[in-house]
């Protein structure tokens, strides 16, 4: 949660790929940076760093995480011309095929709190979601993230919290990708709709002690405390 430091080292990755005339390597780490403030929930932020990415080199990768961000901010339209762009562009890719583009595509019909039709996408994903996709080192588990938010959209929250469980379950694959944390959050939310008190007081608990020296202007944060504060 410390996102001024995470901004500034993205910011150092950025320049010096750049300075090693890597703009590839450069694109990508804005476009990572693009997707943690997407997922803290800085949408300025986010938009900003799609377009400087996708300005600087919008190759293959580059494209689905932008594609990923869009859809994440709720910028529905542009998300949904990139997918269709990469899937005419790289239409036997599998990594895209299986794990990547149903992902983006479950993100987008949540944007329309269409829960049927994203879990319906991710069904794709699931016999590779704790793998380390290419384009990471470490596994993301985001199909099974944006399967969980699904859920809850649904109202099913022991569904959703089975889908949270999995970031708990394998944090070695996950390590400190943003999603690790925020996991933590999403279970609490689950185990609230689910009627687990204890369970609930206690995710919540989690979250807030992993970022306690988190920056307290993430609106993500801010969420989580109020809802905390709400179950006291």
């Not at 239409?91 to 319906?120: D, E, F, G, H, M």
């Not at 399967?147 to 022991?158: C, E, F, I, K, M």
């Not at 400190?176 to 996991?183: S, T």
């Amino acid at each position: 949660g410390r996102l001024v430091k995470a901004r500034d080292f993205s910011r150092r990755a950025v320049d010096a790929a750049i300075r090693a005339d890597s703009k590839e390597t450069a694109a990508l780490w804005q476009v990572n940076a693009a997707l943690r403030e997407a997922e803290f929930g800085n949408t300025a932020a986010a938009k900003q760093d799609v377009a400087a990415a996708l300005t600087l080199a919008p190759g293959r990768d580059v494209k689905l995480f932008a594609a990923l961000t869009l859809a994440r901010i709720g910028e529905t339209a542009r998300a949904k011309a990139i997918v269709q762009e990469l899937e005419k562009s790289y239409p036997s890719q599998t990594v895209l095929k299986v794990y990547w583009l149903p992902t983006v595509k479950a993100a987008i019909a949540l944007n329309a709190n269409n829960s049927t039709q994203a879990l319906v996408f991710l069904e794709a994903a699931a016999p590779y979601e704790l793998g380390k996709p290419s384009q990471f080192q470490l596994g993301t588990l985001y199909p099974a993230y944006i399967r969980g938010q699904a859920h809850l959209v649904a109202h099913n929250g022991p569904a959703a919290a089975a889908e949270f469980q999995k970031f708990l379950n394998h944090r070695g694959i996950v390590l400190n990708f943003p999603l690790g944390a925020l996991a933590h959050l999403q279970l609490g939310r689950a185990y609230a709709m689910a009627g687990e008190t204890a369970k609930t007081r206690a995710a919540y608990q989690d979250f807030l002690a992993l970022w306690k020296d988190a920056d307290p202007d993430i609106p993500i944060l801010k969420q989580a405390k109020a809802e905390y504060a709400k179950l006291q």
